[in-house]
């Protein structure tokens, strides 16, 4: 079985602010981990993800995230947020076969 | 085409209609899944194809819901006797040989409420 959780709804920042958003995930097998972006009315695009290469991914758009086997996480950072990084984030495991499982969300907000 | 792209992008229909949802994948894509996203949540997973046969459709709610890839190229996702809790966004991604762990490229999905 394999599941992730996003521990943060929603999170806040400033423009020009670190971003944190957090996943921790369970996997039966060696995981292969996703962030996925949603913005209104548009299509999942996908950040970053890990396949068992470095630990440190890194993404589109200045994200990068941490694959910390020991803690079970896969944290999404940016060290300076934009107006145009709001949107919803989500983190997604998929072990040995197709089956992706989502987080339930992190809507991050960017505030002038 | 340059993405995945899916019709139509809302349809409102009434309880115990039938629906039929496509979804067109990138050219050259061998897979493609299905997934339903309700009001607040992540995608969930329905049904993924390798190909023109279904590989796994263990996400299928139940059997009002039914998919087909006839050519290994469009897929239609139909819903018989639709209720009200099926109204959410349907999402189509598809990668290029489904390979475990291989990226996704998802459509803008299709908004559906039934009444």
């Keep these: 079985a394999q599941s992730v959780t996003q521990l943060d709804s929603h999170v806040s920042v400033s423009e020009g602010t670190p971003v944190l958003l957090r996943c921790n ?3 039966s097998y060696s995981p292969s981990l996703f962030w996925y972006v949603q913005h209104p009315n548009k299509g999942l695009q996908l950040l ?3 396949t068992s290469a470095a630990t440190l991914v890194k993404g589109i758009n200045g994200f990068e995230a941490e694959f910390k086997k020991s803690e079970t996480s896969f944290h999404l950072t940016k060290p300076s ?3 145009s990084d709001a949107a919803e984030y989500f983190c997604v495991v998929s072990s040995n076969n197709n089956d992706m499982r989502f987080g339930a969300g992190t809507r991050l907000t960017v505030k002038p | ?50 190909g023109t046969g279904a590989a796994d459709d263990s996400g299928l ?12 190229s469009v897929s239609t996702l139909k819903i018989q006797r639709t209720e009200r809790g099926d109204s959410a966004v349907y999402l189509c991604a598809s990668s290029l040989t489904g390979t475990p762990g291989g990226t996704q490229y998802f459509g803008p999905g299709t908004r559906l409420l039934v009444l």
């Design chain 1, 48 to 50: 970053l993800k890990y």
């Design chain 2, 61 to 72: 709610p139940n059997d009002r819901f039914f998919a087909v890839r006839p050519e290994g």
């Design chain 1, 81 to 83: 947020a934009h107006m």
């Design chain 2, 1 to 50: 085409g340059a993405g995945v792209s899916q019709t139509p992008s809302n349809k409102v229909t009434e309880k115990g209609k039938y629906v039929e949802l496509r979804c067109d994948p990138i050219s050259g894509h061998t897979a493609l899944y299905w997934y339903r996203q309700s009001l607040g949540q992540g995608p969930e997973f329905l049904i993924y194809f390798q």
């Design chain 1, 25 to 27: 995930y369970s996997s």
